[in-house]
């Protein structure tokens, strides 16, 4: 099942957290549960469905949440005990948001409400959501160059970061991912050129 598919089961947007997740799926369970419709094969299935839907998005978001504190103070505000995570050089940021004439008005807000959302997943290396949120986009809009960009970047931001985890074999998979969203990016892959020689260099 297709993580896009498991938010629109879960009636969800893209990028929820973890305790919308559980609150959707709870209301949903006991609409759609076997116990409050003796009989109905649909209900069944759904309830089916809505169950492996919530695993899939809870792994996804709670993979998200525990990879970055809760909650950030910026500088501006009072000093707290934690010390936000260090800044991160990105190399490579998504490209500034483009209008797409051949988008209708909804289309349009959708993709620029993802970008804005986007940037600040990526800013703070928050990549489980940041991939759940463009591959959502990219099936809402799966004729847009820009968001086949955006979702390689995902994908490779994602792979390097994974590198520095020393989880390689997921890395490889992701970045090669990057590269077939967009194969045509010379930008792109110089940064995945990159990653795979940190990837050697571990081997």
Not at 45 to 50: C, R, T, Y
Not at 85 to 103: D, S
Request: proline share 8%.
């Amino acid at each position: 099942m297709k993580i896009a598919e498991c938010y629109r089961l879960l009636e969800l947007r893209a990028g929820a957290s973890v305790a919308e997740v559980k609150a959707s799926y709870r209301r949903l369970a006991r609409q759609y549960h076997p116990d409050a419709n003796p009989g109905n094969r649909q209900a069944h299935e759904k309830f089916i469905q809505l169950h492996e839907a919530y695993k899939i998005l809870l792994d996804v978001c709670t993979q998200s949440e525990d990879s970055k504190p809760h909650h950030y103070t910026p500088p501006s505000a009072s000093p707290s005990s934690e010390t936000p995570p260090p800044a991160v050089k990105v190399t490579r940021k998504p490209p500034k948001f483009q209008e797409n004439p051949q988008l209708s008005d909804v289309e349009l807000q959708l993709k620029r409400n993802s970008y804005l959302q986007l940037q600040e997943l990526l800013k703070y290396q928050r990549f489980p959501r940041a991939i759940a949120l463009v591959e959502a986009l990219a099936q809402r809009i799966p004729h847009d160059p820009e968001v086949r960009q955006w979702q390689a970047i995902a994908y490779q931001r994602w792979g390097r970061q994974l590198i520095a985890e020393r989880q390689l074999d997921k890395a490889r998979i992701y970045l090669k991912k990057a590269l077939r969203t967009d194969p045509h990016n010379r930008s792109l892959w110089e940064e995945v050129k990159r990653d795979f020689h940190k990837l050697e260099q571990i081997f």
